[in-house]
């Protein structure tokens, strides 16, 4: 299997943009650190208007899909786009990506060169979680046949949430919750280093199938571009799509781009990386993939390269490992916020952890 610190691991969005605008509340003159992952919360924070985003991941693959997909922006309209990334269809996409590998860098032409099939079925499905989760929507759509577009077309929260309840929360769900979140399937068959740091399979259950019944009566699953990926397998032009894709954020977006640097770097030696200072971080759910000692080491590093005040956003998925009593004080979390942030947060899985930074 090929390794995880070089393979395109997340090529769509499985994260709520919404949320980070929210919790970051960016200022015209911020400086913006941001995971780089997929590209697609670097390309969402745009929208909030920074002075400056720098894009960092330690997965060189990773920052190559962000550079491919600003230049994409750059070559096509928003139609084009879409048809190019393989939202929508067409018997034209590499005629699309003579377009786009026009404004690549040199070295980026040349590792997209020898990845040109995963362009042609389209980059926005070809990586290594959207295929996992498409297999997991084929394998639900066999089991719940027409009860998914009962689910996305109910008419309220109620009819949504009873639909969940009668016809999705039973045993079957509860089992594959809990086979899904055993660590060998995870380090084995998906080929994720985060699976070392999973719960409890009975713990993750408990809390997967709880975070989803309670999406299901808080909003519509037609509105959460993740939602579309668990059921359905694949976004569409005509569904829930993240920020930065959606048509009357296209020409923002756009004129934006020059915004974004983009840097090969991890949250441990951001101090020292010269990247710094921030005004706000972007986080994701690096805790996914730490230990205690190694959390507490980017947090160091984070807190090496905040301004005083900076906002942070950090998502949590399976590991809830939190800051040591060392550093816990100079990581001001907004409890209130961070609650209501999860609460509403379309990506449904995520804990979300907001506040503010106090460097010394």
């Not at 040349?110 to 297999?135: D, N, P």
């Not at 008419?155 to 809990?178: K, M, N, Y």
């Not at 894709?245 to 974004?260: C, G, M, S, V, Y």
Request: overall charge positive; proline content about 5%.
């Amino acid at each position: 299997m090929a390794d995880f610190s070089t393979t395109l691991n997340f090529t769509s969005a499985n994260e709520d943009g919404a949320t980070e605008l929210a919790a970051l509340k960016i200022q015209p003159a911020d400086h913006v650190l941001c995971l780089t992952a997929s590209g697609a919360r670097p390309l969402d924070l745009l929208l909030g208007n920074p002075a400056r985003i720098t894009a960092i991941d330690i997965n060189p693959a990773q920052n190559e899909l962000l550079r491919l997909k600003i230049a994409a922006f750059r070559a096509l309209d928003h139609e084009g786009l879409l048809a190019w990334l393989g939202i929508t269809q067409t018997p034209q996409r590499l005629h699309l990506h003579s377009k786009v590998e026009a404004l690549l860098p040199p070295a980026s032409h040349a590792f997209w060169q020898t990845r040109r099939r995963a362009i042609a079925a389209g980059i926005w499905h070809s990586g290594r979680w959207e295929r996992v989760l498409r297999l997991g929507a084929a394998g639900t759509q066999m089991i719940r046949g027409r009860r998914i577009d009962a689910l996305f077309g109910a008419p309220t929260l109620e009819d949504q949430g009873r639909i969940w309840r009668d016809h999705f929360d039973d045993a079957v769900w509860h089992s594959a919750v809990r086979l899904l979140s055993r660590r060998w399937f995870w380090t084995r068959i998906i080929g994720e280093p985060g699976g070392a740091f999973l719960p409890d399979p009975a713990a993750s259950e408990a809390r997967l199938t709880g975070l989803f019944r309670r999406a299901a009566e808080s909003f519509f699953f037609r509105e959460s571009d993740f939602a579309t990926l668990i059921f359905r397998g694949r976004h569409t032009a005509g569904g829930a799509l993240p920020l930065h894709l959606q048509p009357q954020n296209f020409e923002t977006i756009r004129i934006r781009l020059d915004r974004i640097r983009i840097a090969e770097a991890g949250l441990a030696d951001l101090g020292a990386s010269g990247l710094a200072p921030f005004d706000a971080f972007s986080l994701s759910d690096f805790g996914s993939y730490c230990s205690g000692e190694a959390y507490d080491a980017c947090w160091r590093g984070i807190l090496a390269a905040a301004r005083p005040g900076a906002r942070f956003c950090e998502r949590i998925f399976m590991n809830p490992v939190r800051p040591g009593t060392a550093l816990a004080s100079r990581i001001r979390i907004d409890e209130a916020q961070s609650a209501a942030l999860t609460a509403a947060d379309h990506a449904i899985i995520y804990d979300i952890r907001a506040g503010t930074l106090s460097p010394q």
